[in-house]
């Protein structure tokens, strides 16, 4: 089906290790984000992605690498997971069109221990 | 100055009532007020949005009202529904003016209408 899918949808980790997030969409929109969920904090931008090899930090980049090598993917790394990366992550697309909405996928949701 | 406040953080109404949320920013460089709706489980998705030159949008029960001078923005659901509790984000962006479609999110409401 087209759309915006993400995986693995639940993921334990243990801190110090490396997690990885993944983000597929099929739309080929330009626009990509990556948004983390907190109660209290409502969504904030970790990265963005203009396009393929072009990425940029959001609000609260700091522990977290991107890469977009091709349009439809844009995965998320935790270089090496902390308690405090628990969250709930979403990843977005939207088209290059001044206006156009963010589409969500259904979220990551990541438990550090 | 990048901040979109949110309030309240939850709100309890009856079935028919109004709900009502509001948001204030501080960025009069922002000219795109979306409001997304998230249920339990779900990504966010686009409920309605707004751009500073209308004072008002409607679609169906939903309506936005802007108020450029004081820089709010506020959500109303006329009739409000059991199906429409879920958890609601303003957010605000310089789509139009800026590079970028970066959007800045409120904190986020959680409606719970009551049967």
């Known amino acids: 089906d087209a759309g915006i899918t993400q995986s693995p949808r639940y993921k334990i980790t243990e801190t110090g290790r490396q997690v990885t997030l993944m983000c597929h969409q099929t739309?080929?929109?330009?626009?990509m984000f990556w948004y983390r969920q907190d109660l209290g904090h409502g969504l904030r931008l970790i990265y963005y992605?203009?396009?393929?090899?072009?990425?940029d930090k959001g609000e609260v980049p700091d522990g977290y690498v991107v890469s977009r090598s091709k349009t439809e993917n844009f995965p998320l790394t935790l270089e090496s997971a902390t308690r405090s990366q628990t969250s709930v992550y979403f990843c977005?697309?939207?088209?290059?069109?001044?206006?156009?909405?963010?589409?969500f996928g259904p979220g990551t949701r990541l438990t550090v221990t | 100055q990048q901040q979109v406040k949110q309030s309240p953080q939850s709100l309890i109404v009856q079935k028919g009532g109004i709900s009502i949320i509001n948001c204030a920013y501080e960025n009069t460089a922002f000219d795109y007020f979306p409001w997304y709706q998230q249920f339990p489980g779900k990504g966010p998705a686009l409920l309605i949005a707004i751009r500073p030159d209308v004072s008002e949008k409607k679609e169906g029960r939903f309506t936005i009202s802007f108020n450029k001078s004081a820089k709010q923005f506020s959500l109303h659901i006329m009739d409000s529904q059991p199906g429409d509790s879920a958890t609601y984000f303003c957010a605000a962006s310089q789509y139009y003016g800026g590079a970028t479609n970066k959007l800045i999110f409120g904190t986020g409401t959680l409606l719970a209408v009551q049967p």
């Open positions: 992605s203009a396009a393929a090899d072009i990425t």
């Open positions: 977005a697309s939207s088209a290059v069109k001044a206006g156009d909405e963010q589409y």
């Open positions: 739309w080929s929109h330009s626009y």
